[in-house]
C-alpha cells in the first residue's frame, strides 16, 4: 500500500511525559500487520520517552483496526495465531483475576478497551460490579449481547460520577491512547481515593525488543502510539499524581510477540520453534533484568 498524503499524519511536537521538544529518531519501521505503510518511532533527548511520530490524525486512526484478523476485537479462530492468541487469553484470566484480588476482594470494576468482554464476564460471575469501555461497535455489541454486560462507548469516560470505580484495568491498551495525559485524568476522577489503577504495556527494553528491532510486532506501528519502559510510565503516572505499587510481568506475552514478530521477519515452519527459544530466552533474561516483554503495573493516587 503506498503512503498515505501528510494531510492525514499529526506531528507530536512535544514529548506526552515532559514535554520537551527535541527528539533523536530511535527506529523506522512499519506496519507490518495490515497497510505496509512507513513509519517513524522517537526517542525523547530529556526523559527517554518513545513514541510514534507523526502519527494518523485520530479521524483516520480507525482505518488501522479495520480487519478481521485484528485479535484483541476478533471472534474468529481461522488462523493459528488468532487461536494460540485466543487460549493464552482464557489462562490469562485467572491470573488477572488474582492480581486484582490481592488489592480488593470485590466492588466495582471497569475495564477500559475491554474488546469483546471476557474479562468482565469473569469478575461478573464472582460478584463483581463490572462495567467496561471498548469503542469498537463489533466487539462493544457481541460483549453486550452475549454476556449481557454494562460497556459503553469511550465517550462514556467523561460521564461517569467522580470516585465511582474500586479498580480500573488497562490490558495492553494505553499504548493505544490518543491522549495520555487527558486519559490519565479521566481516570484519576473516576477511581476511588483508595482504588487501583492497573496498566499493562509491552515493554520497549525487553529482550524480544532489541532482538527483533524494527520487525518487533509489539510496535504495532500506528496502532501503538507510544512504546513504554518501566522508567518512562513511572514518570508518566507520577505527573498525575499516581505510584506505582507493584509491577508483574506476563510471561506468555514473549512466546506470542515472538511468534508474530518471527513472521513479520521471514517465513517456513522454523518461525515457531525460533519463536519458542527466543520467548524462552526473554523470560529467561528478564528474571534478572526486571524486562519482561509486557509488564503489568499497579498504581494508585498518591
Known amino acids: 500500500m503506498e503512503q498515505k498524503p501528510k494531510e492525514q499524519y499529526k506531528y507530536i511536537d512535544t514529548c506526552p511525559v515532559c514535554g520537551n521538544s527535541e527528539r533523536d529518531l530511535y ?3 512499519k506496519d507490518f500487520f495490515l497497510t505496509k505503510e512507513n513509519f517513524e518511532i522517537v526517542k525523547c533527548t530529556n526523559c527517554s520517552f518513545i513514541f510514534t511520530n507523526p502519527i494518523p490524525k485520530i479521524e483516520h486512526l480507525a482505518e488501522y483496526y479495520n480487519s478481521p484478523d485484528y485479535n484483541s476485537h476478533s471472534l474468529k479462530t481461522n488462523n493459528a495465531e488468532a487461536r494460540i492468541y485466543q487460549v493464552l487469553r482464557k489462562i490469562n484470566l485467572s491470573d488477572k483475576y488474582k492480581i ?3 488489592y480488593q476482594n470485590a466492588g466495582h470494576i471497569l475495564d477500559v478497551g475491554c474488546g469483546t468482554g471476557e474479562l468482565l464476564k ?9 462495567e467496561g469501555i471498548e469503542p469498537a461497535d463489533v466487539a462493544r455489541n457481541f460483549a453486550i449481547k452475549k454476556y449481557h454486560l454494562d460497556i459503553y462507548p469511550e465517550n462514556k469516560l467523561a460521564e461517569f460520577k467522580k470516585e465511582k470505580f474500586d479498580i480500573i484495568s488497562m490490558w495492553h491498551v494505553l499504548e493505544h491512547v490518543y491522549d495520555l495525559n487527558m486519559r490519565l485524568e479521566q481516570l484519576k476522577r473516576i ?3 483508595n482504588g487501583h489503577l492497573i496498566i499493562a504495556v509491552p515493554n520497549i527494553e525487553s529482550f524480544d525488543a532489541a532482538y527483533y528491532g524494527k520487525y518487533w510486532a509489539a510496535l504495532d506501528v500506528p496502532r501503538h502510539l507510544y512504546h513504554f519502559s518501566k522508567q518512562t ?3 508518566l503516572i507520577e505527573k498525575h499524581s499516581f505510584e506505582l505499587v507493584s509491577v508483574f510481568p506476563m510471561k506468555f506475552d514473549a512466546f506470542y510477540v515472538s511468534l508474530l514478530s518471527e513472521k513479520y521477519m521471514r517465513k517456513g515452519l522454523a518461525v515457531y520453534v525460533r519463536a519458542f527459544l527466543n520467548g524462552f530466552k526473554s523470560n529467561r533474561m528478564a528474571v534478572r533484568t526486571g524486562n519482561f516483554s509486557s509488564m503489568i503495573f499497579v498504581v494508585k493516587q498518591k
Open 191 to 193: 477511581l476511588k481515593s
Open 122 to 130: 469473569y469478575f461478573k460471575d464472582r460478584g463483581w460490579h463490572a
Open 27 to 29: 527506529l523506522f519501521t
Open 233 to 235: 510510565l513511572t514518570k
Open 100 to 102: 486484582v484480588k490481592k
